[in-house]
């Protein structure tokens, strides 16, 4: 407002940023200066009190509003178990686990038995904490739990060791290290 010589005009107290001629009435300008820290202390005194009862009811398990994750439904307000989803996420973790060695024989096998997945939305699955039952975030969110963390971090270990070992083989034969045969 001073920088571009804007005038501002407060009625009730009466304030004039500038004066007459046009130079910055100092008075004006420490109230000024102080009205506008109060509205910003204001601003984020409404946030936190919006956001607070938000928190309390993910850390409840009661859905707060977005997109609702693959195995849940929302009942009543809360988040529970979609039965037919659940199962499906149950089944990719077990194969997962025990039989297949990527994500995308996990989706081609999920597919072949009738669900319609996708290989982005399998890898998600895979990699979402929320199945154990919590998620933090934004906002940390209670779910009921479709996974069980041994079985979940038995996954996410088998991903890290394939993420390695592709991340090695790839760098060998960038280096020359192993050479493809001709």
């Not at 500038?18 to 984020?44: C, P, R």
């Not at 929302?74 to 060695?101: F, P, T």
Request: hydrophobic letters at 35%; a positive charge.
């Amino acid at each position: 407002l001073i920088k571009g010589k804007v005038q501002f005009v407060c009625l009730n107290p009466q304030l004039r940023l500038l004066d007459s001629d046009g130079s910055v009435n100092s008075g004006a300008e420490i109230t000024m200066a102080l009205l506008i820290t109060l509205a910003k202390q204001e601003m984020e005194l409404k946030v936190k009190r919006f956001k607070r009862p938000k928190a309390v009811y993910a850390e409840e398990g009661r859905y707060v509003g977005g997109k609702r994750l693959y195995g849940y439904k929302v009942e009543n307000g809360y988040y529970v178990e979609h039965k037919e989803e659940a199962d499906v996420i149950r089944l990719m973790y077990n194969l997962y686990a025990q039989k297949h060695s990527s994500v995308d024989s996990v989706t081609k096998e999920i597919n072949s038995r009738g669900y319609k997945l996708k290989y982005v939305q399998v890898r998600q699955i895979l990699k979402n904490t929320a199945y154990t039952g919590h998620r933090a975030r934004k906002l940390s969110h209670n779910y009921p739990v479709i996974i069980p963390s041994d079985l979940s971090r038995k996954v996410q270990e088998k991903k890290r060791t394939m993420y390695k070992d592709a991340t090695k083989t790839h760098n060998n034969l960038a280096a020359g290290g192993l050479q493809d045969p001709v």
